[in-house]
């Protein structure tokens, strides 16, 4: 009895081990700049504090995340991406269609030097006004690939924006020039404005001129783990994580 006894405890012992050792499921989430930068590492290491899960983000340059959905590995199990361009992938079958789900809309902004006074850009005459008295706005280029860019130049395209000064970086984008020393002011993304300590958001560009780009997530269709994927997109689309993007200067829809 006794035998059979220690004999039952080293088998439980043993299995006890052999579940603490079992790894937990990584799901990969791949996203560019514009959703990775705006609160989503908050997210995920709220997530990751629930018994089970273990998210991993990878981050990527907008342009390569088709491929890299379609034909690299580790698969991704998330993609977080513009609307515009996660449409085509619903689609193709790249995404799993009825698991897209818009979230957010990034939208410009003004943003000046730290410290700098802030002027009152509440309306679109009152914004024109403003770039159109400072000695150089920067701007990232409307031909280098980037969404905000083209927004940009579909600004201030408008025959009510001409005359503007603008700058446009070599390198990097234009918060990184306007700290630089160059230009009094720069239009970027809220949530980028948000994120660095050495501007100041003037404001969000007044909601008639536009410049919004819609932001959504969705579930990878070469995932292995798509209950896993679906449970992940279903917590970064609720409630608590709205209130998170709405912090980093993102608009919850």
């Known amino acids: ?17 052999g579940m603490a050792a079992t790894p937990v499921p990584e ?24 018994p089970g899960h273990r998210v991993v983000i990878v981050k ?4 390569r995340i088709a491929a890299v959905l379609r034909d690299e590995t580790p698969v991704p199990d998330v993609v977080g991406l513009p609307v515009v361009m996660m449409t ?14 818009p979230f957010a809309v990034g939208v410009l902004g003004l943003a000046v030097r730290k410290g700098t006074p802030r002027p009152d850009i509440s309306d679109a005459g009152k914004l024109a006004h403003v770039l159109k008295g400072a000695s150089g706005v920067v701007v990232n280029a409307p031909d280098g690939g980037t969404l905000q860019g083209a927004m940009t130049k579909a600004l201030l395209d408008r025959s009510a924006f001409s005359g503007i ?6 390198k990097g984008d234009a918060l990184e020039l ?6 009094e ?13 050495e501007v100041d958001l003037v404001a969000p ?15 990878s269709a070469r995932s292995g783990q798509v209950g896993a994927a679906r449970d992940l997109v279903r917590f970064l689309t609720g409630r608590r994580a709205m209130a998170v993007w709405k912090a980093r200067g993102l608009k919850p829809i």
Do not use: H, W
């Open 1 to 17: 009895m006794r035998r059979a006894i220690v004999a039952a405890a080293v088998a439980a012992l043993a299995l006890s081990e």
């Open 27 to 50: 799901v990969r989430v791949i996203c560019p700049s514009i959703v990775c930068d705006a609160g989503l590492a908050e997210l995920v290491a709220e997530y990751n504090e629930r």
């Open 60 to 63: 990527s340059a907008r342009a």
């Open 88 to 101: 085509p992938l619903a689609r193709d079958g790249t995404v799993v269609a009825d698991s897209a789900r």
């Open 165 to 170: 000064r603008t700058m446009v970086p070599g």
């Open 178 to 183: 306007l700290k630089r020393g160059a230009g």
């Open 185 to 197: 002011m720069a239009i970027q993304l809220v949530q980028d404005i948000l994120a660095d300590p």
């Open 205 to 219: 560009f007044p909601e008639p001129l536009g410049g919004r780009l819609e932001l959504a997530l969705a579930v």
